[in-house]
C-alpha cells in the first residue's frame, strides 16, 4: 500500500507492479438524492480515503459485446460516480507530465475503470501520470431541464463533472508525482466532444495545458430549444409534469435507461445531423456562453497546443454493430439532406459515385458519414485554431486488422488503445490479428502521445499525419 497526503485527503493506494494506483478517488459531492440533476459540488476537505479499488462507473445499458470488442472486467455502476483513477511512477514531488484521459461512449455509455489502456504500463513505461475520471452519462449527465425546471438550471453537467475532476487535478496532482503546470486534456468520441466543449467555457481553458482529441471535436454542439424538445418528450413518456422535482428524484435508474433510449437514435445519422436526436452538450449561455469552435477562432487556446484524430473509416462501427439498418438510394438521398440540405442531394449521390463508382449504398453512406461527421470537422476545428493563433497537428488512424476482422477496417474507437500503446494487447482483439505491426504502430502514437505531453509537439509538420497505413 502507498499513502499520499494531499491538499484535498490522505490517499491509501496500491501498487501494481512498476505503477502505484489510486483507484476510485472521489473529486465532487456525489450526486444523488436531490443533487441527482445538479452540477456538482465540492468536497470537504480533510479525512482518508482507501483508493485501493475502483469507484463505480456511471449507470448506463452496457453496449452489445462482440467477439471483437475490448475485452472488460466486470464493473460496478451507480449515481454516485464522481470518482477518478490515477497511475503513478512514484509520489515522489517529482513534477511528471500529466493527461487526463475522458471515455467516450456516445455520451451515454462507457467507464475509467476498463483496462484496455494498460494504465500501469504506460504511466511507468514513459514516466508519466495518467488520470482517467468518470463523470455522468446519458440522461444523468446531459438531459437539458432548464427550460422545465427553473429550480434546476444546470446544463452540461457532465461537462461540468469533469471541470470539477480538472480542479481536483491542478489542486493534488503533485503529491502524486505530477506537474500541475503541464496538464494535458484527452477525450475520445463524446469524451472529446465534451472535452473540446470546456473551450467555450469562463474557465475551462484555465484548467488544462494542452488537448489532444480523438474522434470528438469543438463541434455538435444543440441549441437549448432542441434540447428541451428533447426534455420534454423524456418527461412526458416519465408522466413528468414541469417543475415537479420530486418526481425526478423517485425517478429509477432503471427508468432513467429506459426512457433515454426511448428519446435517442441509435442511427448514426439521425444522431449526428444538425438538431440530432441525441443527449449531448448544448449553448446555453450559463454553463457553455459560445461555441467552443467559436472560441478557437478567439484565440482561447492560442498557447495551448492542440491535436486532433480520427480514424479512416469512422462511420463503419455503427453499420459493424447493427445500429444503421438497409441502405438503398432513397435512404442514401435522405441520408445527404439530412446534413446539407435536399438541394444539396443530386450533387452529393454525383459527389460519391464519381469517388466510389463501384461501392454499394451503404458504403457510400458511411463513407459520407465519415466525412460529414470527422473529417469536415477535424478540418474545421484545425482551421480554427490556427486562425485563433495557435498550434494544430492532425492525424488519421488508418491501421487495419487482418481476418477475421479485416471487415471493420480502421473504425471508430480503434486508435484509443493505439495511442497509449497497446500494453494490454491481449484486451484488444482486432489487435492480436496482426500483433507486430500493431505494437509497431502504436510506438509510433504512444511515442507522439508522450512527446506531445512533454513539449506541446508531437513530432510531425503541421499536416495530416497518417499512422498505421
Known amino acids: 500500500m502507498t499513502?499520499?497526503?494531499?491538499?484535498?485527503?490522505t490517499y491509501h493506494g496500491r501498487d501494481e507492479g512498476k505503477a502505484?494506483?489510486?483507484?476510485?478517488?472521489?473529486?465532487?459531492?456525489?450526486?444523488?438524492?436531490?443533487?441527482?440533476?445538479?452540477?456538482?459540488?465540492?468536497?470537504?476537505?480533510?479525512?482518508?480515503?482507501?483508493?485501493?479499488?475502483?469507484?463505480?462507473?456511471?449507470?448506463?445499458?452496457?453496449?452489445?459485446?462482440?467477439?471483437?470488442?475490448?475485452?472488460?472486467?466486470?464493473?460496478?455502476?451507480?449515481?454516485?460516480?464522481?470518482?477518478?483513477?490515477?497511475?503513478?511512477?512514484?509520489?515522489?514531488?517529482?513534477r511528471r507530465p500529466v493527461i487526463v484521459h475522458l471515455f467516450g461512449g456516445g455520451f451515454a455509455t462507457g467507464s475509467a475503470n476498463v483496462g484496455h489502456f494498460g494504465n500501469a504500463a504506460f504511466a511507468a513505461e514513459n514516466d508519466v501520470v495518467l488520470i482517467r475520471p468518470n463523470v455522468r452519462t446519458g440522461a444523468l449527465g446531459f438531459l437539458y431541464l432548464g427550460q422545465h425546471f427553473p429550480g434546476l438550471p444546470a446544463a452540461n453537467r457532465s461537462m461540468l463533472d469533469l471541470a470539477m475532476a480538472l480542479r481536483w487535478v491542478r489542486e493534488n496532482v503533485e503529491s502524486f508525482g505530477g506537474d500541475p503546470e503541464n496538464v494535458t486534456l484527452a477525450g475520445m468520441s463524446s469524451g472529446g466532444f465534451t472535452a473540446a466543449a470546456l473551450f467555450g467555457t469562463d474557465d475551462g481553458p484555465s484548467l488544462f495545458d494542452k488537448a489532444w482529441l480523438l474522434s470528438g471535436y469543438a463541434t455538435r454542439i444543440q441549441s437549448p430549444d432542441r434540447a428541451a424538445e428533447i426534455a420534454e418528450d423524456f418527461l412526458a413518456r416519465a408522466g413528468i409534469e414541469p417543475g415537479d422535482e420530486a418526481a425526478l428524484e423517485r425517478l429509477t435508474v432503471e427508468d432513467i435507461l429506459k426512457l433515454q433510449a426511448e428519446v435517442v437514435a441509435v442511427n448514426l445519422a439521425e444522431r449526428s445531423m444538425p438538431g440530432g436526436k441525441t443527449l449531448a452538450i448544448l449553448q446555453d449561455g450559463v454553463t457553455l456562453?459560445?461555441?467552443?469552435?467559436?472560441?478557437?477562432?478567439?484565440?482561447?487556446?492560442?498557447?495551448?497546443?492542440?491535436v486532433l484524430g480520427r480514424t479512416r473509416h469512422e462511420a463503419?462501427?455503427?453499420?459493424?454493430?447493427?445500429?444503421?439498418?438497409?441502405?438503398?438510394?432513397?435512404?442514401?438521398?435522405?441520408?445527404?439532406?439530412?446534413?446539407?440540405?435536399?438541394?444539396?442531394?443530386?450533387?452529393?449521390?454525383?459527389?460519391?459515385?464519381?469517388?466510389?463508382?463501384?461501392?454499394?449504398w451503404q458504403q457510400k453512406e458511411e463513407d459520407f458519414l465519415t466525412a460529414r461527421i470527422y473529417r469536415r470537422a477535424t478540418a474545421s476545428n484545425a482551421e480554427a485554431q490556427r486562425a485563433g493563433g495557435g498550434r494544430v497537428w492532425t492525424y488519421e488512424f488508418a491501421w487495419e486488422p487482418r481476418p477475421p476482422y479485416d471487415w471493420l477496417g480502421a473504425a471508430h474507437g480503434f486508435d484509443e488503445s493505439f495511442v497509449y500503446g497497446l500494453h494490454a494487447i491481449e484486451n484488444v482483439?482486432?489487435?492480436?490479428?496482426?500483433?507486430?505491426?500493431?505494437?509497431?504502430?502504436?510506438?509510433?502514437?504512444?511515442?507522439?502521445?508522450?512527446?506531445?505531453?512533454?513539449?506541446?509537439?508531437?513530432?510531425w509538420k503541421e499536416e495530416v499525419r497518417v499512422f498505421g497505413a
Open 316 to 360: 463503419r462501427l455503427w453499420y459493424a454493430t447493427g445500429r444503421m439498418g438497409d441502405v438503398n438510394e432513397a435512404r442514401f438521398r435522405d441520408t445527404v439532406a439530412r446534413f446539407d440540405g435536399p438541394d444539396a442531394v443530386d450533387k452529393g449521390l454525383a459527389e460519391w459515385d464519381a469517388a466510389m463508382p463501384d461501392a454499394t
Open 3 to 9: 499513502t499520499v497526503n494531499a491538499p484535498q485527503a
Open 20 to 94: 502505484h494506483a489510486f483507484l476510485g478517488i472521489p473529486y465532487a459531492t456525489q450526486p444523488v438524492g436531490a443533487l441527482r440533476f445538479r452540477a456538482p459540488e465540492p468536497l470537504a476537505k480533510g479525512g482518508e480515503v482507501d483508493a485501493t479499488a475502483f469507484g463505480n462507473a456511471p449507470v448506463q445499458t452496457p453496449p452489445p459485446v462482440t467477439e471483437w470488442s475490448i475485452h472488460r472486467a466486470d464493473q460496478g455502476y451507480g449515481e454516485d460516480c464522481l470518482n477518478l483513477n490515477l497511475w503513478t511512477p512514484a509520489a515522489d514531488g517529482k
Open 429 to 459: 482483439p482486432v489487435a492480436q490479428t496482426d500483433p507486430d505491426s500493431a505494437k509497431a504502430t502504436a510506438a509510433e502514437m504512444e511515442g507522439a502521445l508522450v512527446r506531445f505531453m512533454r513539449t506541446g509537439d508531437p513530432g
Open 289 to 306: 456562453p459560445r461555441h467552443p469552435e467559436e472560441a478557437l477562432k478567439a484565440g482561447v487556446l492560442k498557447d495551448k497546443p492542440l
